[in-house]
């Protein structure tokens, strides 16, 4: 008989669908900084900024609903909110705003004295350059800020607590017991390892210990 779905199965509004493209407002924002009011580029970030909360308030509901001791509980939702929303708020607002406006700020200035193209062209060329820049820069700042917070913030969470959220992924634990006499194994329901750049994949993590079988579900921006 097959076993029914997991909560992992279900698509994450803030990871797996059209919402986690409101992360990128505020990159997209100050790739036009040069052709739209102020008040455009700071609206961007207020709805980058939105996402972020609003990612770190689902992340920590999704922890609070996982089975455990409750004196655990309010410790495992602090660290989830924490985690995602400093996560988020410096790999998907501030470092790639600040990347996005020095490349702009820096191409304008350079096209200005290395051309006499009409202001209209040097400024939509600096909007076009910007908007290239966003894909290439994603990774690299995701990878940074993982290191940072591994290094810093990571280190003070109880260690009970650490596998709970990796490289800006949500991760989600539950507990099953293990057939009696099952070897251990590993399964990859989706084909992925534990490669924090992997989108999407869970796997089966099925212990030593007596009785439990821990299933780790990952789900990424």
Same mark, same amino acid.
């Given at each position: 008989m097959s076993e029914p779905p997991s909560r992992g199965a279900e698509r994450d509004l803030f990871r797996d669908t059209w @919402?986690?493209?409101?992360?990128?407002?505020? &990159?997209?924002? &100050?790739?036009?900084?040069?052709?739209v009011p102020a008040a455009v580029v700071w609206l961007s970030y207020g709805v980058a900024s939105s996402y972020v909360l609003a990612d770190a308030i689902d992340k920590g509901k999704k922890a609070g609903k996982v089975p455990s001791?409750?004196?655990?509980? +309010?410790?495992? @939702?602090?660290?989830?909110?924490v985690d995602t929303f400093v996560w988020q708020a410096l790999a998907s607002v501030a470092i790639p705003g600040f990347t996005i406006n020095r490349v702009c700020a820096a191409s304008l200035y350079v096209l200005g004295t290395a051309t006499r193209w009409p202001l209209a062209v040097r400024k939509w060329t600096t909007t076009a350059l910007g908007l290239l820049v966003i894909p290439i820069i994603i990774h690299p700042i995701d990878r940074s800020v993982d290191f940072l917070l591994d290094s810093s913030l990571r280190k003070l969470y109880p260690s009970v607590e650490k596998p709970w959220h990796l490289s800006g992924l &949500?991760?989600?634990?539950? &507990?099953?017991?293990?057939? $009696?006499?099952?070897?251990?194994?590993?399964?990859? +329901? $989706?084909?992925?390892?534990?490669?924090? *750049?992997?989108?999407?994949? *869970?796997?089966?993590?099925?212990? +030593?210990?007596?009785?439990?079988?821990r299933l780790c579900l990952f789900s990424g921006k």
């Open positions: @919402v986690r493209y409101l992360g990128y407002a505020n &990159e997209v924002g &100050e790739a036009f900084r040069s052709l001791p409750e004196a655990g509980r +309010s410790t495992r @939702v602090t660290v989830a909110v &949500e991760l989600d634990i539950t &507990e099953r017991p293990r057939p $009696q006499g099952a070897a251990a194994t590993v399964h990859h +329901s $989706q084909g992925r390892d534990l490669n924090p *750049s992997a989108s999407t994949g *869970s796997m089966i993590l099925s212990g +030593s210990g007596p009785g439990w079988a």
